[in-house]
């Protein structure tokens, strides 16, 4: 399979696969065993606490019974990738579930503080954890994912890792996150400011986004047992993946249909978000057209009409499609990186259809 | 040395010593090893986060500026305990540093996050970092300490322990953190209740002080190379200290003179803090003693008149005195499990010093 998307020239790059099952197979393959780790990693001891976070999770509602719908826990995306990566490097991906568990209890642990930080009252089509229990209990919720994702990784041993690698494993989960923690509070001081271009923004959403999915790449290969370089090389694969993701996750929190992404109609506008088409417009924007975007965005609220011109100024600056462009080059580069390691054809098919998914999704 | 304290009738129990340097000595003799540690730790690198850390750790004011003071760093108890309980069993406190430190960090990740649940604005004499900086970026910094205490344990490699002593010092670690978190949870839980008594109490502090407590004592005993009994043993004596400690923090928090515990005068009555004095309180009052205090406590704010009133309360019914008690019984408990554990001499007077110090202490 080679695809080929538009706007980009590099030659990694793939055809458009037969069918969306191709993409979704990986995340169908590794979600039963990814669920018992997760449910491993966060045990039911009856703590008051623990209802919060298996909420979170999306494996209770807000009274503390089972849910059936699976979209509330998330796409899984770092756990899948780092699983589907680990596995096309030959490794046993089983053994590579507490990391992978890890990787998802970070990720929710950034998003209950981030939640927290935005005011955002829903997510996963469900009011997010601090709307239904305050602010104060949904931080410390918060905490706890973090402390359960640390947790985790003891169980490498379980499987047979050596200590040489879940001591790299570990050190490799706490550099990431620090990034990543980095990276939002760089985000949060771009919100008072006007002077957020693609550099800036880039240099965010490398670290606020990218840094997990490169950690996601760099556990994969690592407990496949790879070489140092490849372990490298499968990080940078997902650094880049990372930013495609979130270039796609902007144009959907924009442009996107509610009833596929959970979230409502034209929020990231609504929230004032510098997110890349925003950042895109202020940077380049000319004339009337920079005054008014720029006037908008010193607001302290939008009201409907001010969402309403912020949308038509993007779209008459073309920011919606420089930001597809962006992302498809980063997924090129995620490509270009995935050819310098060595895999199987089958794992690297795989790998490749993610990357085309990703940049192409509607939710 | 052999002290008694007042109101406790076990035998392992201790005759003040001659001075108060003799309490304060483990402090002095680790501090700087402990300060070159925690910077280490929190690499200066340029970082915007970075600025907040540095003031938490007491070591910069708002503007960046070094503070020469030294009493914004707090007392270091978590680590000092750890570094003594590592030399009084043998072992050099040097190697223990990046342990002390990661401890040191948990607290003040635990710190940051409890000021903005509390909304507490003062803390170690200055405003506290939410309070400056507001409560997005505040709890970044706190997560951010938490990822840089996992970070400082990496360095047990480089001062010679084992892998298998780095894995268990970070699971330790990682357990005790969650203990401590989950205790938070309680402590929040317990706002909004009138129900709480003497047991609920001691249920909360074991975790969310006793816990950490218990990992400083743990941590040292590990990295001395005692027994998995003495590590234990160890553990047990911080988590009665951490008891103890809190009962006689929450003492200091209603009777405890600002100018040296720098939080305001009956603090946490004001604060409607479920502190040990006002549990016991709402527990044994009786008739309309019982009746006012439920109905202050039940009140969204309160006024000086019923700060007044609930103070005169909490004095009629001894709650000061059997707070003082039960610091004191929690201290022997801590005491008692220090004797089943082999130790130079020296170190456990200093423990025992350091005990009797924090149950008397005036800040």
Redesign the interface.
Known sequence: MRYVLSGVSQEAFLQPPAEEQAFLAPFERYRRGLQTALRQAVPSDG???DALVRYQMGWEDEKGQPVEDASCQGKALRPTFCLLVCEALGGDWERALPAAAALELVHN?SLV?DD??DGDTERRHRPTLWYLWG???A???G??L???A??SL?RL?DSGSS??T??RA??L???R??EM??G???D??YESRLDIGESEYVEMVSQKTGALLRCSGEMGALLAGASGESVGAMGRCGHSLGIAFQVRDDILGIWGDTATTGKAARNDIWRKKKSFPVAYALEHATGTARRELRRIYSKPELGARDVELALSILEDIGARERSQVLAEERASDALATLAQVEMSHWGRDAIEAMVYFLVHREY
Do not use: G, K, M, N
């Open positions: 703590d008051r606490l642990f503080h927290i930080q602010r104060p209990r931080l410390v919720a905490d706890a973090l402390a359960h640390a947790r003891e041993a200590s040489e879940q001591l570990s050190a989960l706490s550099l996150c620090l923690i980095e939002q509070y760089i949060i001081s």
